[in-house]
């Protein structure tokens, strides 16, 4: 479905979407900072963002934004979170909307807008003014690139996908650029994820499918265990297409969720491929569960578990770490019922550590992409959660961070 031959197209695959990167000089390095994503004809718009008690500026202000259901332009900035900011910090972030809404002839409540970066630091407005007026000049047809790259943080590269189906009769298309590597953690993550598409569906349709799909896809995630402030993920589809109107319950409804959820499922394992240091990618499949919350929950217990995480990163097969998180996880589970598998190779049944070839699995632990089996045998229910190793390198990274 992912297509690689337009996948440098990202949010601009779909009909009628431009979009921009600029260097607006708010972080350190210099680098691409500024990103503008524009739709000229109106969008429907749908939005999840962070549980967190402590929510950034962008946050407030997308919540109250939404509650119109349209949008023409996301305008998001790196370097700096607007996070802990107090008034100051609302004020910009609706500044930032009303900048964008007078450069691209909109109502600023059509604007929607994105931070990341560090905590507690205000936004430096004149850069911002000079970096979205800049940005508004360059929207372009291809300017996705540039502006995922203008998102990322500590990410070694920015996420982006592209791809197209048929919804009644007509091609739809599907784009987004997205940013999340470190501070990840269920409830979606350190991240801003922004999704085009062309079809043509109304907001509160459009709002149910994605709700509905974060919680099989982006809080399904952990890289650290760390919620976030800023977390954002944002649907725009402004009919350019020209199917007609999709509609719950139909055939055109049920492509076009399964479309959304494997953009954003392929999303959420690429965050967490590339958590801040990884060097492993884990898929942790929990099986045999009485609920699906049980089997997140278990999962999302190895998944955060730093000895978990650390004895993968040094490929040391130590099931042990393993069937301990499942203990203390919180859901009903017998150890004698219980097999955990490294790969397709039995590591732990019947209450005691199997016998396995050690030169098979250390095949397996030297793999970059492991997969973490677990049958409970307490029922039917199944979930998967995806995350990565503890490096050296993650210590580093969040060591010197603010510096």
Known sequence: ????????????????????????????????????????????????????????????????????????????????????????????????????????????????VGSTGIIGVNLPMDKMAAGIKAAAAELSEDGSVNAGNAIITTDTYSKACSFSVQIGGKEVRFGAIAKGSGMIQPNMATMLCYISTDANIAAPLLQKALSDIVEVSFNMISVDGDMSTNDTVLVLANGEAGN??????????????????????????????????????LTINVHGTKTFEDAKTVAMSIAK??????????????????????????????????????????????????????????????????EINVEMGMGDATATVWSCDFSYEYVKINGEYHT
């Open 244 to 281: 007609a109107e999709i509609k719950e319950g139909t055939e055109d409804y049920k492509v076009f969720y399964d479309s959304l959820k494997n953009i954003c499922q392929e999303l959420s394992k690429r965050i967490a491929a590339d958590g801040e240091g990884a060097t492993k990618f």
């Open 1 to 112: 479905m992912f297509s690689e031959k337009n996948a440098k197209a990202g949010v601009t695959f779909p009909k009628g979407f431009k979009a921009a990167g600029v260097k607006a000089g708010i972080k350190k390095s210099g680098n691409l900072d500024l990103a503008l994503i524009y739709t000229e004809k109106e969008a429907a718009v749908a939005g999840v963002f962070t549980k967190n008690a402590v929510a950034a500026a962008p946050v407030i202000v997308d919540k109250e934004h939404l509650k119109n259901g349209k949008a023409h332009a996301i305008v998001a900035n790196a370097g700096c979170a607007n996070a802990c900011t107090g008034e100051v910090g609302l004020k910009n972030a609706q500044e930032m909307a009303k900048l964008a809404a007078a450069e691209l002839g909109c109502d600023p409540y059509d604007v929607f």
């Open 305 to 370: 578990s730093p000895l978990v995480k650390t004895a993968f990163f040094g490929e040391d097969p130590n099931w042990g770490r393993v069937i301990c998180a499942v203990g203390y996880a919180g859901v009903p589970m017998v150890p004698e019922k219980t097999v955990i598998k490294f790969g397709d190779i039995t590591v732990y049944a019947n209450g005691l550590g199997a016998e396995f070839d050690m030169d098979e699995l250390s095949g397996v632990m030297a793999e970059h992409d492991i």
